[in-house]
């Protein structure tokens, strides 16, 4: 709904106003009366705001809020989703982190978030266009929602790199590390199929840092920068490869897909 004018709103009001006063003069001419100058203008008056009121909150007052609440849900919306991808964006999954963060905490849960960065991204951008480009990141988004669950958050962090929040893996920890490197794996056989692009075959990879969300708090930005570390060391490792996060360097945990397409995989943790 579009919101009124200022011209529309004078209009309106004008039309409301000289309807119900006309109806008024005509009832006052039709019905006998003896009343004074005086009565009859408060009777004018009272009877033109109770006419008026109604028919100005019904025309006018009411659009207008109508179509400023639906403007400002949709400030909202775009402030929190990525308008080519329609996935959260960074914004939106800091929100859904801290919140995921402090549940765990609060559970003792484990949780992880994983960090994707598409490897040949580039090449296709380079030698198809940015439109090859941004549909190859489309595709992605897609995927990863289609297999992700509705408990998860999945957001685009910006470019070619996306999150996937989960907030509930295991109570124990090397369960909950078994099972963050599964779906990592799973989302990068993902990136790996293939799809098509006018009449062109496209492909990307991708490469995926994991975080551990435990009991201890952390901001939720060091998370996403550790993430990001993470999914650094997996691209030095090599393309297809997921990487979880540790202090020590020399106790990472390291877990490198199959190269090629594969079926579609379920995230299933």
Not at 170 to 175: A, F, G, K
């Given at each position: 709904m579009k919101p009124l004018t200022t011209g529309q709103v004078v209009l309106r009001i004008?039309?409301?106003?000289?309807?119900?006063?006309?109806?008024i003069?005509?009832?006052?001419?039709?019905?006998?009366?003896?009343?004074?100058?005086?009565?009859?203008?408060?009777?004018?008056?009272?009877?033109l705001v109770t006419l008026s009121i109604p028919a100005i909150y019904?025309?006018?007052i009411r659009p207008f809020v109508r179509a400023r609440e639906e403007a400002l849900a949709q400030i909202r919306y775009l402030a929190h989703i990525d308008p080519l991808t329609?996935?959260?964006?960074?914004?939106?999954?800091?929100?859904?982190?801290?919140k995921a963060i402090a549940r765990i905490a609060r559970h003792k849960m484990i949780g992880a978030l994983l960090l994707l960065d598409l490897d040949r991204f580039k090449p296709i951008n380079d030698?198809?266009?940015?439109?090859?480009?941004?549909?190859?990141?489309?595709?992605?988004?897609g995927r990863m929602q289609s297999v992700t669950r509705s408990e998860d958050v999945v957001a685009r962090l910006g470019g070619d790199e996306f999150l996937v929040l989960i907030s509930d893996l295991?109570?124990?920890?090397?369960?909950a590390r078994e099972k963050a490197l599964r779906v990592a794996n799973n989302l990068i056989e993902l990136a790996a199929e293939p799809?098509?692009?006018h009449e062109k075959t496209l492909q990307v990879g991708a490469s995926v840092g994991i975080r551990l969300l435990g009991t201890a708090n952390v901001d939720p930005e060091v998370a996403i920068s550790e993430a990001d570390s993470a999914m650094y060391r997996a691209k030095q490792a090599g393309r297809g490869c997921a990487v979880l996060f540790e202090k020590q360097v020399d106790k990472s945990y390291r877990s490198c897909a199959p190269p090629g397409p594969t079926a579609t995989p379920k995230l299933g943790i």
């Open positions: 004008a039309v409301i106003i000289s309807a119900a006063e006309s109806l003069m005509l009832a006052l001419g039709a019905i006998p009366h003896e009343a004074s100058t005086y009565a009859e203008a408060v009777m004018d008056t009272a009877s019904w025309w006018v329609q996935l959260a964006n960074r914004r939106l999954m800091l929100e859904h982190l801290e030698t198809y266009g940015h439109d090859a480009g941004d549909a190859s990141l489309v595709e992605i988004a295991d109570l124990d920890e090397r369960v799809f098509d692009f």
